[in-house]
């Protein structure tokens, strides 16, 4: 419930919020008793990805007292996810208000962080969290959890070695890691990549970008643009380039009229969160298809952002089927016969779920069960992108298409977007972030008790230390009773 009393935190400053952090920690007793047996070399979890997905797991891990963690990031420190990358939108979409990664910990939210150094009154003027202030709030979160981020480092290969993991990595001072468990915290396109169409990919490269790609928008200067798609990426792709001077932008639609509802933002609840990894395959799916059908539309702001410069179009059911070079120009043709020339054009289609696109997993990427391997929707309810989601175990982990063949499977967890097929929004974005990390903590280390259960049971048999010392009673004799009296 909101009031209008100041809080202690209000404008105090970051010094007084991480005091009150390192407070609240203390008495939950932070971090959990380390309770793994130790592996001479051996890491207990690897988290690949330093952004907010890896912190957050990080954190949930060492509640629980798994502390063994290394948490690895290929980009440089203060860059790890997309928000100073590729990311381009002015704001987020997410409600100022969601806690976000801050694991149950009030002082550990975005909006302590913000009015610890701008007060209420400022936090109440606040519409929407700009982006780049997102990641100055990761970056403190980092620092006042310090979590162990270990940046420049990229894990090239995973194979299994006994019971463990050994990851080859770049840019560590060993060449490799031994582990027991695996995480991809790897965010949006963390079992996949950027979708490139095949109408594109003959492309000579100096015409064309996708929206991920570092884009050197200065060079546009004047020039024609044509971006295919209008998701959220595709028109904050389109507003950069009309800012640095584009002569025109046009957005390029396969679909007949704008999306305009964001239906999983309507059905968001706790419920939706808990309740969806337990619903049958078959609402899973609809959930997930309908979502995928209807189209997340393009923020409320980023469109604008678009629309306000006269020299920018969107044109609808204008389905691309191949772009062909001409000189120093390119032609985008249509399904309805039209074309349009361009002299770049900037794909806006968003990233796919692919395994087999992690090289990580060489082969074995083949091997990992789909959602197609296990569930024929209706004919109205085909969607082939939503199919190769791998289909996951209930503790984010892997499953095998066939039983056996790659049990290490099951040692590696999917902590990234493409876990919501089977468990929901629970790994990639803002809302229900800390939820799916207290899920992958409990559940690994529950797998890890179990796996180290022998060693535990010995521990309990040789634990020796006594609560009583003797000198808290005084024994004494019982005095047998004489007929007719009670003893």
């Known amino acids: 419930m909101q009031t209008n009393d100041r809080s202690p935190i209000d404008a105090q400053g970051l010094d007084v919020l991480e005091a009150r952090l390192r407070e609240d920690l203390e008495f939950l007793c932070y971090p959990g008793k380390d309770w793994v047996p130790a592996q001479e070399g051996v890491s207990d979890v690897v988290i690949i990805g330093g952004g907010m997905c890896g912190m957050v797991a990080w954190l949930g891990l060492t509640t629980g007292g798994v502390q063994n963690i290394r948490v690895l990031d290929r980009n440089p420190a203060g860059l790890e996810g997309p928000w100073l990358n590729y990311a381009r939108m002015e704001t987020l979409r997410s409600p100022k208000t969601l806690t976000g990664p801050a694991f149950g910990h009030g002082a550990l939210t975005f909006q302590a962080w913000y009015r610890a150094q701008h007060g209420r009154e400022a936090w109440e003027a606040m519409d929407k969290i700009p982006r780049p202030m997102w990641m100055e709030y990761l970056r403190w979160y980092r620092k006042a959890l310090n979590v162990p981020v270990e940046n420049g480092v990229s894990v090239d290969k995973v194979e299994p070695e006994g ?69 959220a990426s595709a028109v904050d792709n389109a507003a950069e380039a009309l800012e640095h001077g584009a002569g025109e932008v046009r957005h390029l639609i396969r679909r007949k009229e704008m999306p305009t509802i964001n ?125 190769r989601f791998p289909y996951l175990n209930p503790d984010f982990t892997f499953r095998e298409k066939v039983p056996g063949e790659v049990p290490w499977l099951s040692k590696v967890y999917c902590f990234n977007y493409g876990a919501s097929a089977s468990l929901g929004k629970v790994s990639g974005d803002i809302p229900g972030v800390s939820e ?52």
Not at 354 to 380: C, H, N, S
Not at 444 to 470: I, K, N, R, V
Not at 472 to 478: D, N, T
Request: net charge negative.
């Open 163 to 231: 019971d463990l993991l050994r990851l080859t990595v770049s840019g560590a001072a060993e060449g490799t890691i031994l582990t027991r468990k695996l995480v991809f915290a790897t965010g949006r396109d963390g079992t996949g990549g950027p979708n490139i169409p095949g109408f594109i990919k003959d492309l000579p490269r100096r015409f064309w970008a996708h929206s991920a790609d570092e884009i050197d928008f200065d060079a546009l200067k004047g020039k024609r643009v044509a971006v295919i798609g209008v998701g």
């Open 263 to 387: 239906k999983m933002m309507g059905i968001g609840s706790y419920g939706f969160t808990a309740g969806f990894s337990e619903l049958p395959d078959e609402w899973r799916w609809r959930f997930m298809q309908y979502s995928f059908t209807t189209q997340t539309p393009p923020p409320h702001g980023s469109t604008l952002r678009v629309s306000r410069h006269p020299n920018a179009y969107f044109h609808f059911g204008k389905a691309t089927t191949r772009i062909e070079e001409r000189g120093d120009e390119v032609e985008v043709m249509f399904a309805d016969g039209t074309s349009y020339v361009a002299d770049f054009v900037i794909l806006g289609t968003g990233f796919t779920i692919d395994p087999m696109a992690r090289t990580e997993f060489g082969e074995v990427a083949g091997k990992i069960l789909l959602w197609e391997d296990v569930y024929t929707p209706p004919e109205d309810e085909k969607q082939a992108d939503l199919g």
């Open 436 to 487: 799916g990390a207290a899920w992958l903590a409990k559940a690994m280390a529950a797998t890890l008790y179990a796996e180290d259960l022998e060693t535990h049971w010995q521990a309990m048999l040789d634990y020796e230390t006594p609560e009583l010392d003797g000198s808290e009673w005084q024994p004494s004799e019982l005095t047998p009773a004489k007929e007719g009296q009670v003893a």
